[in-house]
């Protein structure tokens, strides 16, 4: 998602783990990967935070992003591209948007670095929402009867999968920060896996947001 002046610019600043060999740089997928996931880590903790507080609560929460035809329970997929290739085919979403350019966005996303940051929950989205012009941000929830294997290098195997289709990339960060606070979060995984309906589980995930929200304000003060 950057250009490659961009690239080499981070290489100048030591900001990419890489090397040179003659007048090239090389990298090793393994360290790219590990790379990705700590700058996930620390737009989480540390690179958003201004933005945060830049943004009203109800721009940022998970909550809102929740529709029930866009909530599925039980689900059993073969596979992580099964269930991708699911959600991105039953999502009640724009019209104009190309579904398989989503799936494949999505997928490439999931190359480039596994969403599966948390044991039990995983955080699908596209590597540029931009193109699809989403006219507005959704998460499309799915509770799985069992764990799946995301292929994930650390074998986490999430048991809870929202896909979050945002607007922009900023959007994106956003709410992928939100979604790692809240689900991870045992006790609403938990409560997740018994629901029946999606409105309960809309309900449950509101009052676990609440709380997130209460403690978040009670540290900032």
Known sequence: ??????????????????????????????????????????????????????LEMSEIAITPLLTPENIWLSVTPASRDELLAFL???????????????????REREAICSTAVLEGAAFPHPVDPRPFRFSRKRVLLTVLREPLDFLDPHGHHPRVVAVILARSIQGQLLAFSRAIKLFADSVLLNKLHDVKTPEEAIRLIGDAETLLSRATRKEDA
Do not use: C
């Open 88 to 106: 991105t085919r039953e999502a009640s979403i724009d019209s104009h948007v190309d579904r398989d350019q989503l799936l494949r966005s999505i």
């Open 1 to 54: 998602m950057v250009s490659e002046k961009t690239v080499y610019r981070m290489l100048d600043r030591n900001e990419l783990p890489a090397m040179r060999v003659g007048s090239q740089w090389r990298f090793r997928k393994l360290d790219i990967d590990s790379w990705l996931t700590e700058e996930v880590r620390r737009v989480e903790h540390e690179g958003q935070l201004g933005a945060l507080d830049a």
